[in-house]
């Protein structure tokens, strides 16, 4: 699958997201009534297709781009365990760092990891995932983010 079609089954299949594109990453928000402020939101699926916030999974090959999903910790755990992950805000690491490091190789594309440096935040990742692994593996979990951003956005519109 490529960037516009992941793209295109999130902002298809889930109602009230926003989607803002900076730089060429697209960051997906639940956001029904278009009421949240912009400081207030918090995405809970990203595209990224470069470097600039880690360098672990060499987004600069071409074609090459990486879905992440926060998908709380029960779900995150259920998938990695409590994986290894490389030291939190330590990118520059990224270029010294082998896949027997972690046990995950961040650079693999079609395999379903914990996100290199927001893993400690229970987000998943994958790069450049195959229709089959997109069916089977990201499609439930691109559900059950969503329906955690939408439980959140629920909690918080109670206490208005």
Not at 79 to 108: C, E, H, Q, V
Not at 137 to 151: D, G, I
Request: glycine content about 4%.
């Amino acid at each position: 699958m490529n960037e516009f079609e992941v793209n295109q089954y999130i902002t298809e299949t889930f109602t009230g997201v926003d989607v803002v594109v900076a730089s060429g990453d697209s960051f997906f928000f639940y956001n029904p009534d278009t009421n949240i402020p912009p400081d207030h939101k918090f995405p809970f699926i990203t595209l990224v297709t470069s470097d600039i916030n880690d360098q672990f999974s060499n987004l600069k090959r071409p074609e090459v781009f990486r879905l992440n999903i926060g998908v709380g910790k029960e779900t995150f755990r259920s998938l990695f365990g409590t994986p290894k992950l490389p030291p939190y805000g330590d990118s520059a690491l990224a270029s010294d760092t082998t896949a027997s490091d972690y046990g995950y190789d961040f650079t693999a594309l079609d395999q379903l990891m914990p996100h290199p440096v927001y893993g400690r935040m229970y987000w998943a990742c994958i790069l450049n995932p195959s229709a089959e692994t997109f069916a089977t593996k990201v499609q439930p979990l691109l559900a059950k983010a969503y329906e955690m951003a939408v439980s959140k956005y629920e909690r918080k519109a109670d206490h208005r």
